[in-house]
Structure formats: C-alpha cells, structure tokens
C-alpha cells in the first residue's frame, strides 16, 4: 500500500504560479506511474497530468500543456507539479495518484489506485 501527502497548494493571482509535491511512503514509489487530477465545486474529477515511472515520459490534459510540468525524483519518493502562468479556471483542488494494473487509460480516474487528501488551489482574477 501506498500513502500519499500533497502539499504546495494555495491562494494565487491569475498569473501567478505554484508548485505542488506529492509526498509518498514506502519503498515502491519508482514502481508506480503517477499522475495528478483535480477537481472543482460541482464537477467532475478531471486529468492534469501523468508521468511514467522513470519519468521520461509525460502526458498533459490540453487545458495545461504548455504551462504545468510534472516531474519527479525517485530517490525522495517525491512528484512535483509546476503550474505556471495559473488562470482563475485553475482554481481546483489537486490530487496525486498511483496508477494501478488495469486497462482504463492514463487520463481516467479508474485507472488509478491509492489517492492523497488533496491541496487547495485557488486563482483569483
């Protein structure tokens, strides 16, 4: 089992950026490709980004190419996601995850097994 801690999150102008890491615990974090999702009041948990185990791939939801990059770093069991220039309808909470065995594809939510608590972003206009 994995357990995941985000944290980074916060209160920021449009603009502004941020960037948020994804803590995990045990010893099998390089095993795991991970990605991150948010969610908005009122919608659907939506993909951001995934990046593979080695990190040398990455896949970005089009809403953020070009302005977040999603990175990590194997030995401190650590994912990172830099989010620049953030716009108002980045306002979100954040949530890292692992991706489980299963055929769903990258950018679904089923697709992902352990979850963290989340992070608050909010972007003001």
């Known amino acids: 089992q994995v357990q995941l801690v985000e944290s980074g999150g916060g209160l920021v102008q449009a603009g502004g950026s941020l960037r948020l890491s994804c803590a995990a615990s045990?010893?099998?974090?390089?095993?795991?490709?991970m990605g991150w999702f948010r969610q908005a009041p009122g919608k659907e948990r939506e993909h951001v980004a995934t990046i593979s185990r080695n990190g040398g791939n990455t896949y970005y939801a089009d809403s953020v190419k070009g302005r977040f990059t999603i990175s990590r770093d194997n030995a401190k069991n650590t994912m990172y996601l830099q989010m620049n220039p953030l716009k108002p309808e980045d306002t979100a909470v954040y949530y890292c995850?692992?991706?489980?065995?299963?055929?769903?594809?990258?950018?679904?939510?089923?697709?992902?097994?352990?979850w963290g608590q989340g992070t608050q972003v909010t972007v003001s206009s």
């Open positions: 045990g010893r099998t974090f390089s095993l795991y490709t």
């Open positions: 995850a692992t991706r489980g065995i299963s055929s769903y594809s990258d950018n679904d939510p089923r697709a992902y097994a352990y």
